[in-house]
């Protein structure tokens, strides 16, 4: 279950570093966000079928165009001195129409996406949303796969806009937007595979 420290304390970076080490494994995921702790436990099958499809469907895209490099997690962002988070996917912007140095930490990024799942909905609709917006993101995305939409968030929202459609995604430096069919993104994540042709 994804929930805060039990006891109220503020945590730091170099707290969840050694949370880190001392894990037997990839998981639990550990999250920093203003002093609090977050821990997401193992994901379930579906959820690391959609975090490969939304993967897919970004590198495709950002490679092509060189807006960027799409990550998959676990892989450390730092966007202030204070924040330790892991999104799902992400994807760090392009330096002169170039590939980014492969740094640790990333510190800046265009576009983070997390898939809902139950022991993470609170925190990334609450915590980590509110955080991408205070840090000014660019856009940040929401997959929830029970419902099969995208909450879209950028800087400033009240609320998400809530997608089931085509939807385009026009990052900084891009000359050509992302046109996103949500409808067909979770045909393709279903169970069934897709027809040869």
């Known amino acids: 279950m994804c929930m805060p420290a039990l006891h109220r304390r503020r945590w ?3 707290d969840v570093k050694r949370l880190i080490d ?13 002093g609090e702790l977050l821990l997401t436990p193992a994901p379930s099958y579906r959820h690391q079928r959609l975090i490969g499809a ?9 490679d092509r165009h060189h807006v960027g490099e799409a990550v998959v997690s676990p892989a450390e962002v730092r966007l202030t001195p204070d924040s330790y988070l892991e999104p799902d996917v992400f994807v760090v912007p392009a330096v002169n129409g170039r590939r980014p140095p492969a740094v640790d930490p990333t510190t800046r990024i265009l576009l983070a996406v997390e898939v809902l799942s139950p022991s ?14 205070r ?17 879209i ?3 400033g929202d009240e609320r998400p806009a809530l997608v089931d459609g085509p939807f385009i995604w026009n ?27």
């Open 120 to 133: 993470s909905a609170r925190h990334d609709r609450i915590t980590k949303r509110r955080f991408f917006q």
């Open 171 to 197: 990052p900084t430096g891009a000359t050509e937007p992302l046109l996103v069919d949500v409808a067909r993104f979770f045909a393709e994540a279903a169970d069934t595979l897709p027809a040869e042709g």
């Open 12 to 14: 730091t970076i170099r």
């Open 22 to 34: 001392e894990r037997p494994a990839y998981t639990p995921r550990y999250e920093l966000v203003d």
């Open 135 to 151: 840090a000014r993101l660019e856009s940040y995305w929401i997959i929830d796969g029970e419902a099969e939409l995208f909450e």
């Open 54 to 62: 939304v993967y897919r469907l970004l590198h495709e895209y950002v």
């Open 153 to 155: 968030w950028h800087p």
